[in-house]
Each structure stands twice: as C-alpha cells, then as structure tokens.
C-alpha cells in the first residue's frame, strides 16, 4: 500500500511540474536535460547515502520517495532559475545545473568507489544496451533527447541487473521483484523497462507535438 502511495503522489508531482513548466513557458530542450543532469545525479547519490546508512531508512529516502522530495526542491529552483532568465538573462539551464552540481559535488566528496570490477561491468551491459539502442535508431524515429531519456532506464537496468546477478542485492520494487523472482533472471529488468518507458515517451511525445 505504501508503495502504491508514493508512486500515486509521483505522478502527481511529475503531472503538477508538467503544467507548471507549461504556465512558466518553459521548454523541454536537451540544453532543459543538461540543467537537471546534477539533480538526478544528485538524487542517485542520496539514495545510495541511505543504502550505506549515511541518511535515514525512511519512505522519502528511498524510491519513489526521495523522487517526490527532490521534485519538491527542483520546482522552486526552476521557478527562480526562469525568473533569473528573464530578469538577468541568464539561461535558465546554467542556473539549474549549478545549483544542482554544488551540493552534488558535496555529496561526492564522501564518496568512496569499492568495486571498480562491478562498475566495469555495468558500463559495459549499458554499452551493450545503448549499441543496439544506437542500432535501432537507425529504422525508428528516435529524437537525440528520447534516445538518451531510454538511455537512462536502460543504465538503471544495467545496474539492477548486474547488482542481482553478481551481488548480494534485490529488487525492492513490487513488479520488478515479483518478476525476476518468477524467472529467476535480473536481466528481465532490460525489457520490463522498454515495456514501460516506451508507451510513456510516445504519449508524451505525441501529446507535446500536438500543443
């Protein structure tokens, strides 16, 4: 129940953002991506800090919790960051991304890689991934920004996977946990995330080419 809580309140906020960027005019380039990059970084940090005990175990500290915080936080750092656009201009990007690259760099300060062989190995199921993502771009209509929004689900994976298959993880997400325990395979996160993401970039897609 809890799980179903937050992921409501989720796209609640995802949905509250999406009609504030509208009513504020601002729009969702690559240049919009590299400003928020810090913050999801940011966020990916906080929660790793809570898995090491650094943080609280709470349910706004781990997902989709810690998302519905940060997107509390982004929404007035976006606001102001378009205010400053318009009053000093300043591109509203290079706002977001130093705002969210400062305490990111705070985070990473006390952070400490113990399993180099482990992050060797996602990067290569990730550079496997985004290859044949690379390939399927070549017969599928696939905009710079949807390519690398898929990229990023599919780095999730590769990291799930990879924890699960060589690691001593598991999946806390309901579904995905109900399903590779039913396959006994992480590997299914790979096309469980296209199952999912896919649908939702071709809405959004469509819907924002029809405004």
Do not use: C
Not at 76 to 104: C, N, Q, R
Not at 116 to 134: D, N, S
Not at 178 to 186: A, C, E, K, V
């Amino acid at each position: 129940p809890q799980t179903m809580v937050l992921g409501v309140l989720f796209v609640g906020s995802v949905y509250v953002l999406y009609k504030l960027f509208v009513r504020w005019h601002i729009n969702p380039d690559i240049k919009l991506a590299v400003g928020i990059l810090p913050w999801i970084f940011l966020a990916a940090l906080a929660r790793v800090f809570e898995d090491a005990g650094i943080y609280p175990d709470t349910p706004f500290t781990v997902t989709p919790g810690i998302l519905i915080v940060f997107l509390l936080i982004v929404i007035p750092v976006a606001y102001f960051a378009k205010w400053f656009e318009d009053k000093k201009k300043i591109p509203m990007w290079k706002t977001l991304f130093v705002t969210g690259f400062i305490p990111m760099v705070g985070h990473l300060v006390f952070y400490r890689l113990t399993n180099p062989i482990g992050v060797a190995i996602v990067f290569v199921a990730f550079g496997v991934a985004i290859g044949l993502l690379g390939l399927a771009k070549k017969f599928v209509k696939i905009t710079s920004l949807t390519f690398w929004a898929i990229g990023a689900h599919l780095f999730d994976a590769s990291a799930t996977s990879v924890s699960i298959q060589y690691y001593d993880y598991y999946e806390q997400h309901v579904l995905p946990g109900f399903l590779i325990s039913l396959t006994s395979n992480p590997w299914i996160m790979f096309p469980l995330k296209l199952l999912v993401i896919l649908p939702i970039i071709f809405v959004i897609v469509r819907y924002s080419e029809s405004k």
